[in-house]
């Protein structure tokens, strides 16, 4: 495995001056980034606030020893007050048993100062490729385990391949994202899609439902993090996600949700990449992509006050849309083969099969409930009727009618309701890409006048390049 040195960061707790002094400058000439303190008590609030690859420290310091300091880092882990670096004891060639006493205590090696600079460079690479190692491993446990979570983006549609273009036009680089679309439309999946095709891979992805959190100190903790005692019940340090996503990608879903204390703080972080944990005044900066998701129309809520215009700015660099399943009914059928092969797959079932009139019929069923809705209707057909054929009896039996007619008959309201706003507009954005984006074509196509039209457009907030004023 290849190491970057440049991107390891050392701390070095060594009270000898003129030993710790040679030692950072041997490190940082190998490519190292050091930071040297003299106690391990300073060792511990550097711990706290900053993100070290590796630590070396001295056995004898004043005040907390070498062991203590092991023992503080364990209880901080054990605590989730920090993620633990690998620890490296230095000793004399006389101390090698108090070296193995820490490396029972969970030292990862340790390291004579009679050693060379080739040597220690040499032992710390190998340290560092083995921890790098055991996170992947351990991101790969975590991935395969909620592997639910990460389906592939599914569809055929004209939406579908311009989203994925979108999402390899921008992955590698870390501007940030506004996601838009109603809710169950799969913003979560555009998100990791960001981070898997990323630079950025190999980081975490934290993700932070905003609407999961109404109160904004609850929020506030969650996302910056807390010291201990910072208010009512904050029995310890907790490090926030923000400083968890460090090295990888923070998302923010249902963004629109925030109240305007949160809103206020999370700008502050966005622009800086710079935050204080509740209780603390001390700063902690992070390097980490921001990406953020809602099913609200932020240019509206910030006209309508509920939402901070410089925030939404702020956020809004790089828009991406999603659009509602009824949107794009041709991505309904491969999505729903898709579903079946997964679930019959996760139940240990035979897969079933869709019959075509099966398919015409899932194809013309509104959606309301979006991907979230057919992801769940197909896992309850691929139980139920599992190596046998998906007909319109079986949609029934699963709560599913027949489709609405031909165009201008009745349509059917579905059992669970619909969101009668997102079909107006799903209806005008098809109108209007049907007709090349004439507003006038498009609206004799809805039986509407051209005003009529007009004013929908603006209601939605709907633009085109071929648009130089609205026609």
Known sequence: ???????????????????????????????????????A????GKLAEERFDIVLTDIRLPGLSGLDLLDRVAEQVNAGEIEAPPVVVLTSINSVDTAVEAMRKGAADYLTKEATRDEIVLRLRNILDRAELASENKMLRRTLGRYEEFEEIVGASAWIKTLKDQIRQIAASDVAVLIQGPTGVGKELVARALHKASNRARGAFVEVNCAALPDENMFLSELFGHERGAFTGALARKRGQFELADGGTLFLD????????AQARLLRAVETLQFNRLGSERPIRVNCRLLFATNKVLGEEVKAGRFREDLYYRINIYPIEVPPLRARPEDVPPLARFFGARFADKHHLAPAEFAPEA??????????????????VIERLAIRFAGRMVDEAALREVGLAGSAGPAGGAAVLPEGGIDLEEVERSLVVQALERTGWNQRQ?????????????????????THPSWRVHR
């Open 1 to 39: 495995m290849e190491t970057n040195d440049a991107m390891h960061r050392v701390l070095i707790v060594e009270d000898d001056r003129d030993y710790a002094t040679r030692l950072s400058r041997n490190l940082s000439a190998s490519g190292f980034t050091v930071t040297a303190t003299e106690d």
């Open 41 to 44: 008590e300073t060792a511990l």
């Open 254 to 261: 249902e963004i629109g949700e925030l109240g305007p204390q």
């Open 359 to 376: 398919l015409d019929t899932l194809r013309a069923n509104p959606w309301p409930g979006n991907v979230r809705e057919l992801r769940n």
């Open 442 to 462: 498009a609206s004799a196509l809805l039986g509407i006048s051209v005003d009529r039209m007009n004013a929908r457009v603006k209601k939605f907030n709907l």
